[in-house]
């Protein structure tokens, strides 16, 4: 038998998974005990790849969940934060990098850009 397909999985609920998870894991451990007076089993590696497949669906369905718990708050868990270079996410804002002191503020208004004109 073939692995079964991710994007199958993907349309399944939660309690799907993991009732196929279960259903899985008691293949797996037939098949260890058959392996025992069959020593080539091929099959084995396909329901442990089957095994890996449905965990990983479950836990983009849960990464996936957070998110939405977290989206638009101000604050998010560090593995949802984009990863980035370090450099990059210690870069000022636009905001910040934008932002004059008072002084600097006086000095402008004070002391405009001057306009000059080309005499042609």
């Given amino acids: 038998m073939a692995g079964v397909k991710s994007y199958e999985l993907r349309t399944k609920s939660k309690e799907q998974l993991e009732s196929q998870l279960l259903d899985l894991k008691k293949e797996l451990a037939e098949l260890k005990v058959t392996k025992l007076s069959k020593p080539s ?30 989206k638009g708050k101000k604050y998010q868990p560090k593995d949802l934060r984009a990863k980035k270079t370090r450099a990059l996410r210690r870069a000022l804002t636009k905001f910040e990098a934008s932002r004059t002191t008072e002084k600097q503020q006086k000095k402008k208004v004070a002391f405009p850009q001057r306009k000059y004109t080309i005499k042609a």
């Avoid at 089993?41 to 939405?68: D, F, G, H, M, S």
Wanted: proline share 3%.
């Fill in 41 to 70: 089993l091929p099959r084995i590696n396909t329901v442990r790849k089957n095994i890996a497949r449905v965990l990983t669906i479950i836990n983009e369905q849960q990464r996936e969940a957070v998110r939405q718990l977290y």
